[in-house]
């Protein structure tokens, strides 16, 4: 079946605009995550959606950076006034569930560049 | 927080010999310890879990050990092949702050030499 899709793969934009980020999880995976990769660091969790609960928003440096997810499937990141330190690639994976017992499948993911 | 890490950046080895990659983590012992690669401009893909009452989880020519004492997991491959070239990441829960998210490494670079 289909995996986890990422859209757009690339995005170029100038410091101050909006972008938004999407993600199309596998069918039926209740557990959602963004990640952050910047080069040469590991992953860096962002937010967490976990079926009808409220996300854990722990991980977003700063309030520019918000997520919806809609119907329990597709999500949305959204940076607002973007920064040069945002450039990285943006990961998003789903998961059957919750927890660390279950393994994560992840998009290709989003690679942001603010100019 | 967990902090995590992994040996050296990069390792290169000789094509059919043993690849061992280690991670090691600071704090509360993770319940799951996850692997995975990540090939260049892609997501990583899982490779194994293990839990924290299990010493070692095999799959094919991969191999996972995890020692709480040590706070270490080792991942090896044997009869590494070129295409085991890509960046290995482990990843690990923390039941200490209830968190249902992985922490990962910052990953080690394989090279697999011909």
């Known amino acids: 079946g289909a995996g986890v899709s990422q859209s757009p793969s690339n995005k170029v934009t100038e410091k101050g605009k909006d972008v938004e980020l999407r993600c199309d999880p596998i069918?039926?995976?209740?557990?959602l995550y963004w990640y952050r990769q910047s080069l040469g660091q590991g992953l860096e969790f962002l937010i967490y959606?976990?079926?009808?609960?409220?996300?854990?928003k722990s991980g977003l440096p700063s309030d520019r950076f918000s997520a919806e997810r809609t119907g329990g499937s597709v999500s949305t990141l959204t940076i607002q006034r973007t920064q040069q330190e945002d450039s990285a690639v943006y990961l998003c994976?789903?998961?059957?569930?919750?927890?660390?017992?279950?393994?994560?499948?992840f998009g290709p993911g989003t690679r942001l560049t603010v100019l | 927080s967990q902090k995590i890490e992994q040996n050296s950046e990069a390792l290169n080895i000789q094509e059919g010999k043993t690849a061992t990659l280690t991670c090691n983590y600071t704090?509360?012992?993770?319940?799951?310890l996850q692997w995975y690669r990540q090939d260049p401009g892609r997501g990583p893909v899982f490779l194994l879990l293990?839990?924290?009452?299990?010493k070692e989880k095999r799959k094919e020519r991969l191999k996972v050990t995890f020692d709480t004492t040590l706070k270490q997991s080792l991942f090896h491959i044997t009869a590494s092949q070129p295409a085991d070239s890509a960046t290995y990441l482990c990843?690990?829960?923390?039941?200490?702050?209830?968190?249902?998210?992985?922490?990962f490494g910052t990953g080690t670079r394989l090279t697999v030499i011909p």
């Open positions: 990843a690990l829960d923390d039941p200490a702050t209830g968190a249902n998210n992985l922490f």
């Open positions: 994976a789903s998961s059957e569930g919750r927890g660390g017992y279950n393994e994560q499948f």
């Open positions: 959606f976990q079926g009808n609960s409220a996300p854990d």
């Open positions: 293990i839990r924290e009452n299990e």
């Open positions: 704090n509360y012992s993770p319940a799951y």
């Open positions: 069918s039926g995976h209740t557990a």
